[in-house]
């Protein structure tokens, strides 16, 4: 099983700034891995998927990079609505799925 | 676009059998050949696990982590799929969320999500 992790947990940031967040994969995943927003009482709402490519109707201040093992989300010009749970998963060795724990980020 | 909704009764006791159903809105899953419908939770304070996911067929995938108290089934004349959870203990407790995700190999993210039930396991 390919173990997801995720760092920090808890990202505090000023409305207009950068916040980078960052997943790991226990063995390479390739490209296969996606990231999440999930606001308390709503669905979770895909963001990226194949890493890098991003999902219908996700605004370009959301982006992501990496390969294999190491993974980041970037997020730009931060507004109070991005203030969120962000979860990473993994496609490419399954079953089982499997998901990071999430970093909760903050808004000052 | 397609929605989705879960239902179950809230709170269940030990050693009983938990039943939750999935709705689906907004396509037919008969004509979904391209998804796998999924059943996913959260404990308490800990994150994301994937339960199993199932075809439209009937064909399904289990976490075998969980040996063996799952099974998830499917009712395309009613558009819905469902969770049953045998002896139920503590460590059910949860949020459990549906979702679909793409039967394409290296397409299998998930694209769609309900907004979870919670579960309490509770005498």
């Known amino acids: 099983e390919v173990v997801m992790t995720q760092s920090p947990a808890t990202l505090s940031v000023s409305p207009g700034e950068r916040a980078t967040l960052s997943c790991r994969a226990s063995q390479s995943v390739g490209n296969k891995l996606a990231w999440y927003q999930h606001k308390p009482g709503q669905a979770p709402r895909l963001l990226i998927y194949g890493a890098s490519t991003r999902a219908t109707g996700i605004p370009d201040r959301f982006s992501g990079s990496g390969s294999g093992t190491e993974f980041s989300l970037t997020i730009t010009s931060l507004r109070s609505e991005d203030s969120a749970l962000y979860f990473c998963q993994q496609y490419e060795n399954w079953p089982p799925f499997t998901f990071a724990p999430g970093t909760k980020v903050e808004i000052k | 676009q397609v929605q989705l909704q879960e239902s179950g009764p809230g709170v269940v006791k030990p050693w009983e059998t938990l039943s939750l159903t999935c709705n689906v809105s907004?396509?037919?899953?008969?004509?979904?050949?391209?998804?796998?419908w999924a059943w996913i939770r959260q404990p308490p304070g800990k994150g994301l696990e994937w339960i199993g996911s199932?075809?439209?067929?009937?064909?399904?995938y289990y976490n075998l982590s969980l040996r063996g108290r799952f099974t998830i089934s499917v009712d395309t004349s009613t558009n819905q799929f469902s969770l049953k959870v045998n002896s139920v203990t503590a460590s059910d407790a949860a949020v459990y969320y549906c979702?679909?995700?793409?039967?394409?190999?290296?397409?299998?993210?998930?694209?769609?999500w309900g907004q979870g039930t919670l579960v309490t396991v509770s005498s």
């Open positions: 907004g396509d037919s899953m008969s004509n979904g050949r391209n998804y796998f």
């Open positions: 979702a679909r995700h793409s039967a394409h190999i290296n397409l299998d993210w998930f694209d769609t």
């Open positions: 199932i075809y439209f067929t009937g064909s399904t």
